[in-house]
């Protein structure tokens, strides 16, 4: 892999079987389980939260090992500063969790929080004092219950949008696998027809699952 933070460092296509395998095993003994059932409610307090690395380099995916470790670190903060997280991805660049929240500005002061310890942690570990790694986080209300599953599907679906794996439970970042164990393939498959990304999906055949 390259030593430039700006490149894409981390492609899981490009990893033998063995480091795959490995890396899927790394986050098991983490302890990242998600045992909630994915539910809408009502039309309020209801958010997918986004933030990207500055300039869209590729500072988390430095590493699997950092990949994995602001992983759990984002899920502890969600679970914990929040009513539930229904769905999360961290990509090497960028992250997106869908959560119910009752304070969303609290929720975005505790994730700017965290973008301040990793950026000083990852700016030591590469040697970068002073190098820019966050934007800010952003959040996306809920509209409806459509816009709730279309959101679900694009938080799930982001590691194949992007070309990092062909099907959703390949990516180890997120809850995807965890997701279409519990509500399983067809249903997954026809949430997928009904609630299609943005509407910008209507004609998409349906993911690999």
């Known amino acids: ?21 490995q890396t899927l095993g790394v986050r098991r003994e983490q302890g990242l389980p998600w045992h909630s059932l994915p539910h809408y409610e009502s039309d ?3 958010y997918m939260v986004t933030a990207a690395c500055y300039d869209h380099c590729h500072i988390i995916g430095i590493s699997n090992e950092r990949m994995a470790a602001f992983e759990r670190e984002l899920v502890e903060l969600a679970k914990s500063r929040t009513v539930e997280l229904f769905a999360w991805i961290v990509l090497p660049n960028h992250y997106h969790i869908l959560v119910h929240a009752n304070t969303v500005k ?46 679900m599907n694009y938080v799930l679906h982001n590691a194949v949008r992007h070309g990092y794996v062909e099907r959703w439970q390949q990516w180890p970042y997120s809850n995807a696998a965890e997701y279409l164990e519990q509500v399983g393939r067809a249903t997954a498959i026809q949430r997928w027809r009904d609630y299609p990304i943005f509407d910008y999906g209507a004609t998409w055949d349906p993911p690999e699952l």
């Open 106 to 151: 609290q929720l975005l002061n505790e994730l700017g929080q965290l973008h301040g310890r990793t950026s000083y942690r990852w700016n030591g570990e590469d040697r970068r004092r002073g190098r820019k790694v966050w934007c800010n986080a952003a959040e996306t209300v809920m509209k409806s219950e459509g816009h709730y599953w279309a959101s």
């Open 44 to 46: 309020n307090a209801y």
């Open 1 to 21: 892999m390259s030593s430039d933070p700006g490149r894409p460092m981390y492609r899981w296509r490009h990893m033998s079987a063995e480091q795959r395998d």
